[in-house]
């Protein structure tokens, strides 16, 4: 669907707004953020929220400087993160509620780590440059948990979409589903390297070929640790697997950057077939970041 133009602006401070959206059947939520003179919300009304508070760049002080700090919206488009610029502590918000402070998460290594949040935004991952884990952070229980098996050596490959399950890649090709309280669920070795689970836990999606131009996936059992053979995603011609994903229900999903923005896309799992979901068309501004999106994906940035 086409979002529709701005038709208000807010201003977002660091308390509670004043008063609640009108009642309606769909709730209102993040539609995507962008930049222009400072970073704004855009809603799925239409209405654009200003985020003063929110850093553009990394400081001087920190060790890339200049450097695009994060800025992102949970999946359910109803919590933002951002660095904070009085102290470029990583904070969490909703539209209608106080920053919360996550502490161990600094502006200053901005460039060198990189935050995730779970689709509800009540878990948050930063990988590093080692490579490895920074950080896990449980924000329902307010608490950072220990890396688990007491290493870094870890790749983050995502969330299951209940938000319930944590998928990581070990050395060797080892990939492990951890429950929120990072306690191994399920193992299983293999070659591909899964960056989606499905709401199973058991289920996880690899794409395959010359990544970021790739149109093919396999689907993995990570019970049994077998693959199912090649599925070649049937995209337009000039789209690629941009991001890869399921629904709560269980389908898959494919995000793909287009010429104007971005669509989203059902696949088959068998055939491949891709029926079209909604397409949404970039605004023109430098920098947009769509619900769901980590730190950098193909279509953030103008070129």
Not at 9 to 20: E, I, K, W, Y
Not at 36 to 57: F, I, M, R, Y
Not at 120 to 125: A, M, R
Request: glycine share 10%.
């Amino acid at each position: 669907m086409r979002l529709r133009t701005v038709l208000a602006t807010l201003l977002l401070t660091a308390v509670p707004l004043n008063g609640q959206p009108a009642a309606a059947a769909t709730p209102v939520t993040i539609a995507y953020a962008q930049r222009t003179q400072t970073w704004e919300l855009v809603l799925t009304n239409g209405d654009v929220v200003k985020v003063p508070e929110a850093l553009a760049v990394a400081p001087r002080d920190t060790v890339n400087a200049g450097t695009r700090t994060a800025f992102l919206i949970s999946g359910d488009g109803r919590h933002f993160f951002y660095f904070r610029k009085s102290d470029g502590l990583f904070v969490e918000r909703t539209l209608h509620g106080e920053e919360r402070a996550i502490r161990n998460i600094e502006a200053y290594t901005t460039g060198e780590e990189w935050p995730s949040v779970s689709d509800d935004g009540s878990f948050v991952v930063t990988g590093t440059s080692a490579p490895g884990l920074g950080v896990l952070v449980d924000l329902r229980k307010g608490k950072t948990l220990p890396l688990p098996g007491g290493t870094d050596q870890w790749g983050f490959a995502g969330f299951s979409p209940d938000s319930n399950r944590l998928l990581m890649e070990g050395v060797g090709g080892r990939v492990t589903v951890f429950d929120r309280g990072l306690r191994t669920r399920l193992r299983s070795k293999t070659r591909l390297s899964p960056m989606a689970l499905a709401n199973d836990y058991v289920t996880a999606a690899a794409p395959v070929g010359s990544w970021p131009k790739s149109r093919k996936l396999r689907l993995l059992n990570l019970r049994t640790g077998k693959a199912s053979g090649t599925v070649t995603v049937r995209l337009p011609r000039g789209q690629y697997v941009d991001d890869l994903d399921f629904d709560k229900a269980g389908r898959l999903i494919v995000r793909s950057k287009t010429r104007t923005g971005v669509a989203v896309y059902r696949v088959s799992k068998t055939t491949g077939k891709a029926t079209p979901l909604r397409t949404i068309t970039r605004p023109d501004v430098k920098v947009w970041v769509l619900p769901g999106d980590d730190d950098y994906e193909p279509w953030t940035e103008k070129k």
